[in-house]
């Protein structure tokens, strides 16, 4: 298995991630599309057609990339999806894309996870990682030493099962060939690393308020809204939220960017840049708004539908939030 991480300078444009997909499936069809900038790709049925191990093909998809693309990539390569996922991103953040390989050996895996905390471990959330410190089970090794009775106790039945199974290196989640969701998007880059939670909420602000004009300009609306904060250090934190119901209201948006971001705490973070990211987009069309005696609410629209007209006829500057930040 192979987790691509593509490595851009900023947020990929959709026909850039488009064409790094397409890329992917020259190697192998089954790629699984995990925006706004990775992959998963299945490539057992490859390796004999292009006779290299899984960590060639991986070097492959690298100097292709570059090549093609100017985008350069961190792959993890493992046995299944999950150890993938954790090989890329034990890459150190300040380096350039690298090809990061777990043996497919018990010992190997048991050596590569057993220092790991519970958060490291994808599907293991905050609250869960918590629990398991709590009752002093604060690595993965302790994890899978640990009796799937006590997990149940702590954890419940079924998270047990999976939390274990991770721990020791278990993964039997398929690689989904999908096609990636239409989509638009767009970032802010701060001028330095931002502290201050107030302008990244005004950035946020911002990105929400274009997102909304293109999706009404282009008569679509979006289901679902992704945030991308990426730090000082290079690293990154993406977070979806699917909506009440698919819609171009700039309030619906902001509200979503600003529940993502408040959800990270990110009191001290060094951030570098912040992205939306609207995605599954369909036609206005197909939307249906549920009708409601909130004043407020109509008044909004009312106004926003105001607002794009004097936008149509004097510009998109001709009115602008009062937070307003100049996006990159």
């Known amino acids: 298995m192979l987790y691509v991480r593509f490595q851009g300078d900023g947020v990929l444009a959709e026909d850039v991630y488009q064409g790094l997909l397409a890329l992917l499936g020259e190697v192998t069809p089954v790629v699984e599309a995990l925006p706004p900038d990775a992959a998963l790709a299945d490539v057992r049925g490859a390796l004999r057609y292009f006779g290299r191990d899984a960590a060639g093909l991986a070097e492959i998809v690298r100097v292709r990339a570059l090549a093609r693309y100017g985008v350069d990539c961190t792959v993890g390569v493992a046995a299944n999806p999950m150890l993938a996922r954790m090989a890329a991103h034990d890459a150190p953040p300040n380096t350039p894309g690298t090809v990061r390989t777990v043996p497919d050996d018990p010992d190997a895996v048991a050596g590569f996870l057993a220092r790991k905390p519970p958060i490291a471990l994808p599907g293991v959330g905050a609250a869960t990682a918590r629990a398991l410190c709590a009752y002093g089970l604060d690595s993965a090794e302790r994890?899978?030493?640990?009796?799937?009775?006590?997990?149940?106790?702590?954890?419940?039945?079924?998270?047990?099962?999976?939390?274990?199974?991770?721990?020791?290196?278990?993964?039997?989640?398929?690689?989904?060939?999908?096609?990636?969701?239409?989509?638009?998007?767009?970032?802010?880059?701060?001028?330095?690393?931002?502290?201050?939670?107030?302008?990244?909420?005004?950035?946020?602000?911002?990105?929400?308020?274009?997102?909304?004009?293109?999706?009404?300009?282009?008569?679509?609306?979006?289901?679902?809204?992704?945030?991308?904060?990426?730090?000082?250090?290079?690293?990154?934190?993406?977070?979806?939220?699917?909506?009440?119901?698919?819609?171009?209201?700039?309030?619906?948006?902001?509200?979503?960017?600003?529940?993502?971001?408040?959800?990270?705490?990110?009191?001290?973070?060094?951030?570098?840049?912040?992205?939306?990211?609207?995605?599954?987009?369909?036609?206005?069309?197909?939307?249906?708004?549920?009708?409601?005696?909130?004043?407020?609410?109509?008044?909004?629209?009312?106004?926003?539908?105001?607002?794009?007209?004097?936008?149509?006829?004097?510009?998109?500057?001709?009115?602008?939030p009062a937070g307003f930040l100049d996006v990159a």
Request: hydrophobic letters at 45%.
């Open 143 to 320: 994890i899978a030493a640990a009796p799937l009775s006590t997990l149940q106790r702590i954890l419940g039945a079924a998270t047990a099962r999976r939390v274990h199974a991770w721990a020791r290196g278990i993964d039997p989640a398929p690689v989904t060939p999908n096609a990636p969701a239409r989509a638009i998007g767009a970032e802010h880059r701060f001028d330095h690393d931002e502290l201050d939670p107030v302008r990244r909420r005004r950035a946020l602000l911002t990105l929400a308020d274009g997102l909304g004009i293109r999706l009404r300009t282009s008569g679509q609306i979006t289901p679902r809204i992704s945030l991308t904060v990426r730090y000082a250090d290079r690293s990154s934190t993406t977070r979806s939220r699917t909506l009440a119901e698919p819609t171009a209201h700039t309030p619906v948006l902001t509200a979503a960017a600003y529940a993502l971001h408040d959800a990270l705490g990110l009191q001290r973070a060094r951030v570098r840049s912040v992205s939306l990211r609207a995605e599954g987009l369909m036609s206005a069309e197909l939307a249906s708004h549920q009708l409601s005696f909130d004043a407020a609410d109509d008044k909004a629209r009312r106004a926003e539908a105001a607002a794009d007209r004097a936008r149509a006829r004097f510009g998109v500057s001709a009115v602008r």
